[in-house]
């Protein structure tokens, strides 16, 4: 079974800061990971996706995640936060094809 | 292409009335997915179709829900008897199984609030 775990429920950064949002994953086969951004009151947005290419990836927005298999994670940074940034993120793991098994979510607090 | 669309948006019921809510896919996805959302945690799977048919059905899902995708192309979410653990955010999603697109990412929906009262 697959499953992921996301540290921290909230997180408040200062606008201009270091955005870290921490996904660790378990799977017993390759994983595909994924981070999506929710607004309130809406759907979910695919912000970037890791599968089994660079481990490095880069998104939309200025977001980027590290695939490191050692660590089994999949930490999602951007170097400066906006105050646009505010929202619910969430990490997901899947094994392709399939259904998507979500971690808890993230919210992110951005302040002036 | 208009991305993936649901109707309603919102729901209010009472305990024990039927509801159904509907996804419109994006039109050349073959994969249908069914999420449930309910306060502050993520989506959990319900179930996916591929073209018409149903491939997988969560535990979650109890025999008071039904979904079905009769043409391949929209899907609707039945729930009946209707009680308050069902409130909850229902997202659809939609994706491609095969091709040169993205055939790993799922699009999503603005969702289907439903509240049971």
């Known amino acids: 079974a697959q499953s992921v775990t996301q540290l921290g429920s909230h997180v408040s950064v200062s606008e201009g800061a270091l955005v870290l949002l921490r996904c660790n994953y378990s799977s017993s086969v390759p994983p595909y990971l994924f981070w999506y951004v929710q607004y309130p009151n809406q759907g979910l947005q695919l912000l970037l996706k890791?599968?089994?290419?660079?481990?490095l990836v880069k998104g939309i927005n200025g977001f980027e995640a590290e695939f490191k298999k050692s660590e089994t994670s999949f930490h999602l940074t951007k170097p400066s936060a906006h105050m646009s940034d505010a929202a619910e993120y969430f990490c997901?793991?899947?094994?392709?094809?399939?259904?998507?098994?979500f971690g808890t979510g993230t919210r992110l607090l951005v302040s002036p | 292409d208009t991305g993936v669309s649901q109707d309603p948006r919102h729901k209010i019921t009472k305990r024990g009335q039927n509801v159904t809510f509907r996804c419109d896919p994006i039109?050349?996805?073959?994969?249908l997915y069914w999420y449930r959302q309910t306060l502050g945690q993520g989506p959990e799977f319900l179930t996916y179709?591929?073209?018409?048919?149903?491939l997988e059905k969560s535990r979650l899902l109890s025999d008071r829900f039904s979904a079905e995708r009769p043409k391949g192309s929209f899907s609707t979410l039945e729930i009946q008897r209707t009680e308050q653990g069902d409130s909850a955010m229902y997202l659809c999603?939609?994706?491609?199984?095969w091709g040169s697109g993205n055939p790993y990412e799922q699009y999503f929906g603005p969702g289907t609030r439903l509240t049971v009262t």
């Open positions: 039109s050349e996805h073959n994969r």
């Open positions: 890791y599968t089994s290419a660079a481990t």
């Open positions: 179709f591929q073209n018409e048919a149903q």
């Open positions: 997901a793991v899947s094994t392709g094809f399939q259904k998507l098994v």
């Open positions: 999603a939609s994706s491609l199984s």
